[in-house]
T-cell receptor, first 114, second 113 residues
Framework: AQTVTQSQPEMSVQEAETVTLSCTYDTSESDYYLFWYKQPPSRQMILVIRQEAYKQQNATENRFSVNFQKAAKSFSLKISDSQLGDAAMYFCAYVGNAGNMLTFGGGTRLMVKP | DVKVTQSSRYLVKRTGEKVFLECVQDMDHENMFWYRQDPGLGLRLIYFSYDVKMKEKGDIPEGYSVSREKKERFSLILESASTNQTSMYLC????????????FGEGSWLTVV
């Protein structure tokens, strides 16, 4: 079974600074997808970024980028120029290419200090 | 916009009661999910449905059952609620295809007293 681990229960960052959230996963599959989801206080989960395992290039979405290290099974999220609206729970998630069920990590609560 | 609607945001039920949590999606997605979210444990999959009347157990199915009679509707049933089922329940849907985004409802806070 796949597992996803987020080793940082809480992180804080100063507004306008950069922060990196860690995620590691365990799988025997070679093709899969990885996601970062954001859950603000409203509880509505929002997709932040997606990475396909067969793509070597790291995904980027505006201020959000990932560092995908396939051999190390690591998938960290970097948030640049942090904003107050970035404060939320962040979840890392995995799904195998042939599968449908996403496996989520335990989440990291990000606080942004003004 | 994709809409996943959970009928009840906040519920308080007594131990032993039968509880129904309803979820409806409007995007004709094949796959629907029920997750439970608890602090420090992240989201844990209770049940998954990939078609009408089809279901698969997730990581923590004990004490729960599900029903999917129509494609757009996926219900979670607690046959006899217990206090350890006090939690946030999230419904989600997704179209077929591993890379596709999963869409969540706003969640249902269930308290069992």
């Amino acid at each position: 079974a796949q597992t996803v681990t987020q080793s940082q229960p809480e992180m804080s960052v100063q507004e306008a600074e950069t922060v990196t959230l860690s995620c590691t996963y365990d799988t025997s599959e070679s093709d899969y997808y990885l996601f970062w989801y954001k859950q603000p206080p409203s509880r509505q989960m929002i997709l932040v970024i997606r990475q396909e395992a067969y793509k070597q290039q790291n995904a980027t979405e505006n201020r959000f980028s990932v560092n995908f290290q396939k051999a190390a099974k690591s998938f960290s999220l970097k948030i640049s120029d942090s904003q107050l609206g970035d404060a939320a729970m962040y979840f890392c998630a995995y799904v195998g290419n042939a599968g449908n069920m996403l496996t989520f990590g335990g989440g990291t609560r990000l606080m942004v200090k003004p | 916009d994709v809409k996943v609607t959970q009928s009840s945001r906040y519920l308080v039920k007594r131990t032993g009661e039968k509880v129904f949590l309803e979820c409806v999606q409007d995007m004709d997605h094949e796959n629907m999910f029920w997750y439970r979210q608890d602090p420090g444990l992240g989201l844990r999959l209770i049940y998954f449905s990939y078609d009408v009347k089809m279901k698969e157990k997730g990581d923590i199915p004990e004490g729960y059952s599900v029903s999917r009679e129509k494609k757009e509707r996926f219900s979670l049933i607690l046959e006899s609620a217990s206090t350890n089922q006090t939690s946030m329940y999230l419904c989600a849907s997704r179209s077929q295809g591993a890379g596709n985004t999963i869409y969540f409802g706003e969640g249902s806070w269930l308290t069992v007293v």
